[in-house]
């Protein structure tokens, strides 16, 4: 299959990241590179572009995508957790834009064969960097009914997490649980009727939990935030896209600990704890895909845009 993604609020995140015909920007999630287009196409000769991804798929794509852009863009097969050190192999210490569209591309969710999808039968894979030998199978089967519990309550904020943890566990004594098919209807019988008809898809929320426990993707997040932000260059912007509450939840968090990292106890008449703000917060609140957005790309509908700047 082609590597077909639609980028979300494409227009405002290039509109947020406010490009430097001569600076160096970096997307941590390259995927089919619709971002990245739109910042070469801005550059200067001077110009540097420096694309992330860890998935195979997502790096050949838009290496096809970028190639008129010549020596000005360097893709290089990584997660965004080690963007730090990756650019110090490039020479690159400060970049003037940095962004992150957290979504799951549409190439990911319609490759049966990923296993991203509760739609298709499949095998139970979910990886984002296929290099790596755990996958969603590994989980579902080998994991605790305590440990299936709090993946699923937890990533999934799914109410029927007791109940569909305790159906997995009781399936897979019969035998182990392969497919996308198959843990998609265990799950389906451990939820009632009446809620399937309310909620959408039953095995909606369950997916996204495994996805994220497999793939360290809160963890990830939370511990490279901090880093991006000392990788700008003052008045350079990180422009990170969500797609559920608990992403937006650290990333919402993370930029009001840059603005305002003061320890000290409110009633000190002045600071004494040395924490410095490293930015300003440029969107007080999410930018939000149009309703036009929203009706060509469904996938759209949850994203929120929150945009960072480096003042220091």
Known sequence: MEFNHKSVLLEETI????????????????????????????????????????????????GQRLKDFGEKVTIVRSNYCDMKSQLQKLGID????????LGVSSYQLDTA?????????????????????QTARDIVNEYSEMEL??????????????????????ARERHPIETTGELAGIIKRAIPMKYQKKSGHPA???????????NR????????????IELLSPGGRLCIITFHSLEDRIVKSAFRKNENPCTCPPDFPVCVCGNVSKGRIVTKKPILPSEEEQEVNSRSKSAKLRIFERCI
């Open 15 to 62: 509109n947020g990241l406010n490009v430097r015909p001569d600076g160096c920007y970096v997307d941590g999630t390259l995927g089919g590179g619709g971002h990245a287009y739109e910042v070469c196409r801005r550059l200067s000769n001077k110009g540097k572009f420096v694309g992330v991804d860890q998935d195979a798929a997502a790096i050949e794509a838009a």
């Open 217 to 228: 993707e809160l963890d990830v997040l939370r511990s490279s935030l901090d880093d991006m």
């Open 94 to 101: 400060r970049a003037d834009g940095i962004i992150l569209d």
């Open 113 to 133: 064969e990923r296993g991203f999808s509760y739609r298709e039968d499949a095998p139970l894979d979910m990886r984002m960097d296929t290099r790596k030998n």
């Open 204 to 214: 909606k929320r369950t997916f996204q939990a495994l996805r994220i426990e497999l």
């Open 149 to 170: 519990y709090h993946v699923i309550r937890d990533y999934g904020e799914d109410k029927f997490a007791k109940n569909i943890a305790k159906h997995i566990v009781k």
